[in-house]
């Protein structure tokens, strides 16, 4: 029989950062979800409210290199797969590198400053704020393809962009 094992946790949301502050804060019923004034400037938007990731931090190790590629999407995605490989303690197994595993992860989109910068392109014909990593951080696959690239794997790559049904795409990839 095959099986998919789900060995590790990390997170990134606005219920905290480590699975233990997101707990406790579920456990709590603290709400999360706070006014943003910048939302109030737009005609006929009916809302402005949003929930934010605020106690997220990069971590030292991961350098300007490292980073270059990296939106806040891929940067809070590869951050919790680092934590959900320590969790599992397979952080520096070799079963990452030697072909065996792949990365299966979703994302609806990449992150919006990129997004902007291209769209800035379109409006303005002008290209003024492209660099070679734009692309990377702006297309839906960036967290797949930046957590394949951090950890070097060399197994499957499977992006997903399918809003909420992404974790459980991945999962049913990862058992194909």
């Not at 290209?127 to 070097?152: D, E, R, W």
């Amino acid at each position: 029989m095959r099986k998919v094992v789900i060995t590790g946790m990390g997170i990134a949301s606005p219920l905290g950062s480590t699975v233990k502050s997101a707990y406790e804060r579920l456990k709590k019923y603290e709400n999360c979800i706070k006014h943003w004034d910048k939302l109030d400037e737009y005609e006929r938007l009916n809302t402005s409210l949003g929930a934010f990731v605020s106690d997220f931090e990069i971590p030292e190790h991961f350098t300007r290199k490292v980073r270059r590629t990296m939106g806040n999407v891929s940067l809070m995605a590869t951050v919790t797969a680092e934590e959900a490989l320590k969790d599992a303690d397979l952080i520096d197994n070799n079963v990452i590198t030697n072909g065996q595993t792949g990365v299966s992860y979703g994302s609806s989109t990449g992150s919006l400053d990129a997004i902007l910068d291209f769209y800035s392109m379109c409006i303005d014909k002008e290209v003024k704020l492209l660099n070679s990593g734009s692309y990377i951080k702006m297309m839906p696959q960036t967290t797949a393809v930046n957590i394949s690239l951090y950890f070097k794997t060399h197994g499957r790559l499977i992006p997903t962009s399918t809003a909420c049904t992404s974790g459980s795409m991945g999962i049913g990839y990862a058992y194909e």
